[in-house]
């Protein structure tokens, strides 16, 4: 039965949400901060002259820094940085919560050196409460002029260093316990930082800096008066930045790969197609920005191809098989250094899966078959056979494709021509045109029997006269 415009339009529209929630649940946690003071629990006065609060000429810029720290993240704060010497600040803080980083070792080394270099103080905070900074992140802070914990927050699991041989221990002596560990507001003392209730906010971490003017609010609570800005990263960035992290450029890359897939086996260019190629443009994206393994890409591809050339059949077989362990292989080795979440791994490989050993295969057998309602006409016509039926395989009649089962266990092979001689719901059951069965043939030509009576007196006549 040829697949209707809502069936196909229900299919894409269930892809495409299960897509959106997907993203929706991976983009949440790498969600930027709104403002730092919204978030510190104090204030922090703005960057307006006409301020009656403003008392310096100088200013202190407030960096957010949010999610794993990749290329996007690192030519900000480096970007940052320079505007920062040129307008002569009194110092720029980063604001951290990053579990790690994407960056090659090359790339690493040149932020860290731009940081070193810097020609303003450059102050790292930790928070706000469950922020952390892990891996190498944890080490690029360790060459911040000062470094703060917000209560709650965590810095270290540096795990294997990656600047030791050019900056040696950036945390010194302590820098052995942070491999494993994390230190938090209470031991942040260890490696030279701010201790106190004093600056457990962000606000009081800003007041402890060389050179920034406060006053005591009301509450009791620290108002920087020196000039201050918060800055983010900007929408496109941000959204670039999200399509970077390994979980969404993997479902991206996946989900393009298999809306094209299945715009291939569909009449025309539709929307599967368009938010296949938008999907596969943003993975891509993320894909090259990640460190990953070449070979791996190509084994994601060639599954891609070997999915298809069972799905066109209408029958999950060999190729099948063959395509989801390069699938497997690939997922579970795309990336370098840089470990996937299990869940998305389980999304992407079931999803997979699904798709091309049921959905597509059952797509495809609907949109290229008949219709079902008077089927008979078909028991006697030849078919081509398209793969071998030993004892299931692929045949064609009239252009349209349709599951075919050997009659009597006596194979038809590829490119030769079968007779139909039943039909069991969207299933033929076929046979050789040498050596078949006489019954089905008379069958075929005659359902009601007249013709095999005709020739049962033929051979009567014959062998009187």
Known sequence: MRSGPIARWRLVAALAAVLAGLVGLLVAPLAPITSPAEASG???AQADDTDSQVRSTRAVTVLTVSGRLDVILADYIESNIAAAERRNDLALVLQVNSPGTTLTDSRLGELA???DEATIPIAAWVGPSGAAARGATAEILALADVVGISPGAKLGNIGEPRLLNEYGNPFGQFEPDLINDTIGFDEVGQIGGPTGDDVATLPGFLASLDG??????EDGRPIVTTRGRAVSLPLTSQLMHTVASPEVSYLLLITGLGLLVF???TAGVGVAGLVGAGCLVLGSFGIFALPTRWWAIALILFSMFA???????GVPRFWSGVGALCFLIGSLFLFDGISMSWITLIVGLAGMAFSMF?????MVRTRFSTPTIGRDWMIGEEADVVSDVAPEGVVRIDGALWKAIANRATPVHQGDTARVVAIDRLVLEVEPLEGAARDYRERARNPE?????EDASDEVIDLES
């Open 449 to 453: 029997g007249q013709d095999g009576a």
């Open 307 to 313: 999915f298809s050339v069972d799905i066109q059949t």
């Open 42 to 44: 104090g204030e922090l």
């Open 212 to 217: 920034v003017e406060t006053e005591i609010g």
């Open 263 to 265: 715009e291939l086996f």
């Open 113 to 115: 050196k731009r940081i």
């Open 358 to 362: 049921s959905g597509m295969p059952s």
